[in-house]
């Protein structure tokens, strides 16, 4: 069995994870495992998706031609992979949307944010996929900031009670496009890892600088990429407008059924939004390079 | 409208690209909308290739999918879609009528109602589609014989614009595959009809999704989804649809343009590899 610090737990897995931090530790959080999965859980209580079943402990995800997952009880990962597929496809949806189901059952909140570091102090990039959040994140990594994390942002209060919001990281790898890598110094990403063999994004690894520990979040800015914007704009949010985008960016925010999960979400946007500026950055659909995205916001940096 | 008290809520606005779909799509709304018709807001309901709502039901970023994955898993979406549906939904779509990797339609047959076809003379598409796609019309004249004629192609067949792509096929494959595959109900409306007899054509669509409209408010719809009102709307304010590229999205809405724009050996061409759906729908 592998043993892997991700996401703020402790992961015993059967499956080798070179995305996750090994670690030594005497009890397991989550534990992964190759097995068969329930065909629907256990209870009357759940909602039928297209390709899932969501219960307030229970998720069951179904991927065609790939894998199909059982997340149970905030504790437990089964995967059922479709002979033959390759192990980066199992666990690119895996440490997703399944590991979100994961963080859900156990009352967190992952954000859909990229994360950079810098004096101790969290900046996410918050945004849908295609939004720009790691490129921003690999481009500010040249820059004096080290990067927390890519994708997915774990938020908490703060543990000893104090005021402020905390992240933890998810793993200390980014995922960047071809083209991306292309566009950023080209020496400092490799194009070795594929996350999947179809697809031309490549996984980067930063072990060396990884921070797993719980860091404050000074600021957030909000990527929206749209058809109607001709120019990056960025402004300044109110509290209200700031929870209600926050509210959205919640990762995988289909997840969320139970009315006890959304109350503490309410509890955590509403702390968050109190103590942290946010910023929407809107931006093109087509056409912006990253570079144009820092200069717009490196004086609110 | 009544609500729906079956499965079947998408009617699919169908064809091949540039004959006449928003057009069509302009008229709708015109008529659920008293007549009123703003071609930045038509009150259709979207495009089957769109990603945006592939990822919203999905759970997993089409990003991370290949396009046969997408195709395996599209029509589950739309099932799903249509279940939270209160109302008839009226969805445009290019892709050709076919089949994913596993042999199963990419439309899901059971939660449709039905669709219009809507069809035009290829001689006349060939100028439109140049004009649309930017491109000479030599490469429009390609693109409607080509076999493996895709819309939003993305390279290394990766899912990252705002469109999944769309496979359309050759001119005559796209109209076979729409009017002999599907077993819901399809009507072929054609565009030259759409042009010289509105009211009738128009009225025969409304009455075939099932809709219910009178006279008035038919011909209401027709005049106010004019050629000659959008033209003006596109003029005045824009039209999102347009691609970047393109100078105008609508450019001429005439039949029998072809007669300028294209040369004999392409005339020739395609009368020859079309011949036979060309003849069926009167355009021979």
Redesign the interface.
């Known amino acids: 069995m592998f043993r892997y610090w991700g996401f703020g737990l402790n992961i015993l897995s059967q499956i080798e994870f070179p995305e996750l931090l090994p670690i030594a530790f005497d009890k397991e959080d989550v534990t992964i495992e190759i097995g068969i999965t329930p065909l629907k859980p256990e209870g009357v209580d759940f909602v039928k998706?297209?390709?899932?079943y969501i219960a307030e402990k229970e998720y069951i995800?179904n991927?065609?031609?790939?894998c199909r997952y059982y997340a149970g009880n905030g504790s437990k990962i089964i995967a059922e992979p479709v002979p033959g597929i390759d192990e980066r496809s199992i666990r690119?949806?895996l440490l997703?949307?399944v590991m979100a189901a994961i963080l859900y059952q156990r009352g967190s909140l992952p954000l859909h944010a990229a994360a950079v570091e810098k004096n101790g102090k969290l900046t996410l990039f918050a945004g849908k996929?295609?939004a720009g959040k790691s490129t921003l994140t690999a481009l500010l990594a040249s820059k004096g900031y080290s990067v927390f994390t890519d994708d997915i942002c774990v938020i908490h209060s703060d543990p000893e009670g104090k005021a402020g919001i905390y992240c933890t990281a998810s793993y200390p790898m980014i995922k960047l496009?071809d083209d991306a890598i292309t566009q950023l110094d080209g020496d400092l990403y490799t194009r070795e890892y594929k996350?999947?063999p179809?697809?031309?994004?490549y996984e980067q690894f930063f072990f060396e600088n990884f921070n797993s520990g719980q860091l404050p979040v000074e600021k957030i800015f909000i990527i929206h990429p749209t058809?109607l914007s001709q120019n990056i704009d960025v402004i300044k949010l109110n509290t209200i407008k700031s929870f209600r985008q926050l509210e959205q960016q919640a990762y995988?925010n289909?997840?969320i059924l139970s009315k006890k999960l959304r109350a503490v979400h309410f509890s955590l946007l509403s702390k968050l939004t109190q103590h942290v500026p946010v910023y929407e950055i809107t931006r093109p659909?087509v056409g912006t390079n990253t570079a144009q995205l820092f200069e717009a916001i490196k004086n609110l940096l | 409208m009544p609500e729906l008290k079956n499965s079947e809520k998408i009617v699919w606005l169908a064809s091949f690209p540039k004959s006449g779909n928003t057009w069509f799509r302009a008229f709708l709304t015109a008529l659920m909308n008293n007549g009123k018709v703003e071609i930045n807001s038509l009150k259709t309901d979207g495009i089957f290739s769109d990603r945006i709502l592939f990822d919203l039901y999905a759970e997993v970023e089409s990003r991370d999918l290949t396009d046969k994955e997408v195709k395996m898993m599209i029509a589950d979406v739309y099932r799903f879609y249509a279940a939270q549906l209160k109302k008839l939904h009226f969805i445009k779509v290019h892709d050709a009528f076919e089949t994913d990797d596993s042999g199963l339609n990419i439309i899901p047959e059971d939660v449709t109602r039905c669709a219009i076809y809507i069809i035009r003379n290829p001689l006349d598409i060939v100028g439109s589609l140049a004009n649309h796609s930017a491109c000479s019309i030599q490469d429009a004249f390609e693109m409607l014989n080509n076999h493996n004629y895709s819309l939003a192609k993305q390279q290394g067949n990766l899912n990252r614009n705002a469109q999944f792509r769309q496979y359309v096929s050759d001119w005559s494959s796209h109209v076979k595959s729409w009017t002999r595959k599907p077993s819901f109900p399809v009507i072929v409306i054609r565009y030259e009809d759409m042009l010289t007899n509105p009211f009738e054509t128009f009225s025969k669509a409304v009455t075939f999704m099932g809709l219910e409209a009178t006279p008035d408010q038919i011909s209401a719809a027709i005049q106010a989804s004019s050629f000659e009102q959008l033209s003006s709307q596109e003029s005045e304010k824009g039209f999102q649809e347009k691609t970047r590229k393109s100078k105008q999205f609508f450019r001429s809405g005439k039949m029998g343009i072809w007669k300028q724009e294209l040369n004999q050996e392409q005339i020739l061409t395609l009368r020859e590899k079309h011949e036979e759906i060309m003849r069926m729908y009167n355009y021979l």
């Open positions: 998706r297209p390709f899932s995800l991927i065609r031609n790939v690119l949806f997703g949307t996929s295609g496009w996350i999947r179809e697809l031309p994004k058809g995988k289909q997840l659909q």
